[in-house]
């Protein structure tokens, strides 16, 4: 262990320490170089005459709690060697102390990292509690100067688009599939600008891209030899998002095959099964209503017995009121006997009823002779159809691509009814099902005889789609490169994004991104 501790000690190597000066916050030591000659940098002779010279000042790492200063004796030589151009040089100090540099490289470094590691203003709030005398534009100068461009060579490339503000601007994310990071961030998403950077990276043989044209244009411009390898995620998407519409489009043969099986009180929604209930509850008061009225009960009698009120039971009586929707008082009430008769006498129409009804002396709107019709005509048409909720699009292409075992009895039933009832819907999902199987299990030559078969069925525009863009659906099914890292550097480029608070300029987000890895 050294014991002898000398102030020199903390002076970079290759200068020779002269004094120490300090301050209640810093430390300044006076160094210069321990050499008597120096190279000239234009023809690289040593030179020993010394013209003049001057004090540069560096600031250095700091020590003990206070600032550390460097105060650098530079000497001006002159060249003496006849033909060179450089008359008179300042001296160099090798790599420890850049040249016109106000930091030593050791403390530029320890700058460089707080700026990469937390972005410009949370770093210069560290660096002063660590005594570093750098500002916040000083780190983000140093984050940018320093940004090292990757030199190995780029083969496998992914692209895509990241939202720079969303909904306002979007930039083009490049990286290296192969090394799993960040090659490059461009100011747009536009054809021209991928394209002219792809061009400039005539090494690229891959490229991964999503299914918009965008990217698969700039690279079959820029890099007409490469593969495009479409992203698998988009295709999988794209594929069920392709059953959707085709659900979508089969609605009308859905409700009829859904319709018609019978009613199952489980796939009703809550309101939906209440409803049904008190439907249920309904019938059967009416029911034994009806049957006390036929066994001569007198109203009064039935009201007592069963609880309902005596108008309720008088309607019952009349065969009103049945509907599962139940109807309001109106004044419609005592003309209700004449509206059925003419109803029953095939005039279904609201404004014919209501001149029917005016000429038997009725006083009410024609809205309320209206509305008594549309209840009637729901009323007589609420057969199970009416009851049974058909479920959305959506939900009907997530039962019929769900694992038979996942799903429960009633949306086994839903599924096979619509199978059965609209055969080319179910053709359309085995269609779909085999195109994933095809990604997954990489059986490339299952893709030619997929779209022939896919042209003639309810997915045909997907289809169509993958054959105009076979050879990336090909590559995406036969290599192992996806997009799918590129969606991963987006999401730490976001986080990025949100630390530098507002300050994300370009240069910047690729210096701390790249600059990181
Ligand atoms: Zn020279």
Not at 443 to 461: M, N, Q, R, V
Request: some cysteine.
């Amino acid at each position: 262990m050294r014991t002898d501790f000398r102030i020199s000690s903390l002076v970079p190597s290759g200068l020779v320490f002269d004094g120490v000066s300090d301050s209640s916050d810093s430390i300044i030591l006076d160094v210069r170089s321990g050499y008597a000659t120096a190279v000239c940098p234009l023809c690289g002779v040593a030179a020993d005459r010394i013209h003049s010279q001057y004090v540069r000042h560096l600031a250095d790492l700091p020590s003990a709690g206070r600032r550390l200063r460097l105060r650098l004796i530079t000497r001006r030589f002159r060249c003496e060697v006849p033909h060179c151009r450089r008359k008179i040089f300042a001296e160099r100090f090798g790599e420890k102390i850049p040249l016109r540099a106000r930091r030593t490289a050791r403390l530029e470094y320890i700058v460089h990292h707080l700026g990469l590691a937390l972005g410009g203003r949370p770093a210069a709030s560290l660096a002063k509690r660590l005594m570093l005398p750098v500002s916040n534009d000083t780190l983000l100068r140093v984050v940018r100067r320093r940004t090292a461009v990757p030199s190995d060579p780029l083969l496998v490339v992914g692209i895509d688009d990241w939202a720079f503000r969303r909904n306002h601007r979007y930039g083009t994310i490049v990286c290296d599939l192969e090394r799993r990071r960040i090659v490059t961030l461009l100011p747009d998403r536009e054809i021209a600008t991928a394209q002219a950077w792809l061009a400039e990276h005539p090494e690229i043989k891959i490229v991964s891209r999503d299914r918009g044209g965008g990217y698969r244009e700039a690279a079959a411009k820029a890099l007409p030899e490469a593969i495009q390898v479409a992203d698998r995620w988009h295709l999988m998407e794209n594929a069920s998002a392709a059953f959707l519409d085709a659900v979508r489009r089969s609605m009308r043969g859905i409700r009829t095959a859904i319709g018609a099986t019978t009613i199952n009180p489980e796939l009703l929604t809550c309101a939906e099964r209440l409803r049904y209930q008190g439907y249920l509850r309904r019938q059967d008061a009416h029911a034994a209503i009806a049957a006390l009225v036929r066994n001569g009960v007198p109203l009064k009698e039935i009201a007592r017995r069963t609880g309902h009120s005596r108008n309720h039971v008088r309607r019952i009586s009349r065969g009103v009121g049945t509907d599962v929707f139940r109807t309001r008082q109106s004044t419609l009430d005592s003309h209700l006997p004449f509206l059925d008769a003419q109803w029953n006498g095939g005039c279904r129409n609201g404004a014919e009823l209501w001149r029917r009804l005016k000429r038997q002396g009725f006083k009410g709107s024609l809205r309320v002779v209206s509305e008594w019709a549309t209840r009637r005509r729901r009323a007589e048409t609420a057969t199970d159809r009416q009851l049974q909720k058909v479920p959305a699009a959506r939900t009907i292409a997530r039962l019929m691509t769900t694992k038979r075992d996942h799903l429960i009895k009633a949306e086994t039933v839903s599924v096979a009814a619509i199978e059965n009832g609209v055969p080319m819907l179910a053709d359309a999902r085995a269609l779909i099902d085999r195109f994933q199987a095809m990604i997954r299990q990489k059986a490339t030559s299952e893709l030619e005889p997929w779209i022939g078969e896919s042209k003639g069925s309810l997915i045909a525009s997907f289809a169509i789609g993958i054959a105009n863009d076979k050879a990336a659906v090909h590559a995406a099914i036969a290599l192992p490169w996806s997009n799918g890292q590129v969606e991963a550097q987006i999401t730490k480029l976001k986080l990025v994004k949100r630390q530098m608070y507002g300050r994300a300029k370009l240069d910047l987000l690729q210096a701390r991104l790249i600059g990181a890895q």
